[in-house]
């Protein structure tokens, strides 16, 4: 009885202590699509943009930075209200490799910091011609180290969208945006190590 009771204590400890190192290493780079494997990195260029073409005037600034190794942006800037909908955003354009990977992705995952604000990543695809793309909304605790990984079957089209069917071969590029419920004021969001997961 007493082999058979240190015996299942044993096994207790090496349970608890999987437990530990598996919630010790979510989050971080190891943990890099733990879903969907590790993925490839995207490959591109990152591209910031505003509200200005509408006549608005908020503002957005991108510097490159290190997180870890890995360079990362940090993008920062101001949304207003001089264009009613006012919104800032950036979006990576893949070389061609990326591209096509992209178009057969089942995931997509990249680190953050975030400010506790809503933002918006978005799967843009070619066939959606009023703005209305794909998108997934996510809110980081301010200043809290974090992966996202979102399947492609979580991109949904805002409700004002006219509706279109996600058609992957048609992809373009992802991009990030202030949610278009965003009141005004400042943010700051950090984003490095993104992937996508075939």
Same mark, same amino acid.
């Given at each position: 009885?007493?082999?058979?009771?240190?015996?299942?204590?044993?096994?207790?400890?090496? #349970?608890?202590?999987?437990?530990?190192?598996?919630?010790?290493?979510?989050?971080?780079?190891?943990?890099?699509?733990?879903?969907?494997?590790?993925?490839?990195? %995207?490959?591109? @260029?990152?591209?910031?943009?505003?509200?200005?073409?509408?006549?608005?005037?908020?503002?957005? @600034? #991108?510097? @490159?930075? @290190?997180?870890?190794?890995?360079?990362?942006?940090?993008?920062?800037?101001?949304?207003?209200?001089?264009? +009613? =909908?006012?919104?800032?955003?950036?979006? =990576?354009?893949?070389?061609?490799?990326?591209?096509?990977?992209?178009?057969?992705?089942?995931?997509?995952? %990249?680190? =953050?910091?975030?400010?506790?604000?809503? #933002?918006?990543?978005? =799967?843009?695809?070619?066939?959606?011609?009023?703005?209305?793309?794909?998108?997934?909304?996510?809110?980081?605790?301010?200043?809290?180290?974090?992966?996202?990984?979102?399947?492609?079957?979580? %991109? +949904? +089209?805002?409700?004002?969208?006219?509706?279109?069917? #996600?058609?992957?071969?048609?992809?373009?590029?992802?991009?990030?945006?202030?949610?278009?419920?965003?009141?005004?004021?400042? %943010?700051?969001?950090?984003?490095?190590?993104?992937?996508?997961?075939?």
């Amino acid at each position: 009885m007493k082999n058979t009771k240190n015996a299942l204590l044993f096994a207790l400890s090496v #349970m608890l202590c999987f437990a530990v190192a598996s919630c010790g290493s979510s989050g971080g780079a190891a943990a890099a699509g733990s879903e969907f494997g590790e993925g490839i990195p %995207f490959v591109g @260029e990152l591209n910031i943009f505003s509200d200005v073409n509408d006549g608005g005037d908020s503002t957005i @600034e #991108m510097e @490159e930075i @290190e997180v870890d190794g890995i360079t990362a942006w940090r993008i920062t800037g101001n949304v207003t209200t001089a264009f +009613q =909908y006012g919104f800032v955003g950036w979006m =990576y354009e893949p070389d061609e490799a990326t591209l096509e990977a992209l178009k057969t992705a089942r995931a997509i995952s %990249f680190m =953050y910091v975030g400010d506790g604000q809503r #933002m918006t990543v978005k =799967y843009r695809i070619s066939t959606v011609t009023d703005h209305a793309f794909h998108e997934y909304n996510f809110t980081g605790e301010a200043g809290v180290v974090d992966r996202l990984e979102v399947p492609i079957r979580f %991109f +949904q +089209q805002p409700s004002w969208g006219a509706g279109t069917r #996600m058609v992957q071969a048609n992809a373009v590029d992802i991009s990030w945006q202030t949610h278009e419920s965003w009141r005004p004021g400042p %943010f700051e969001i950090t984003i490095w190590d993104v992937r996508i997961h075939p």
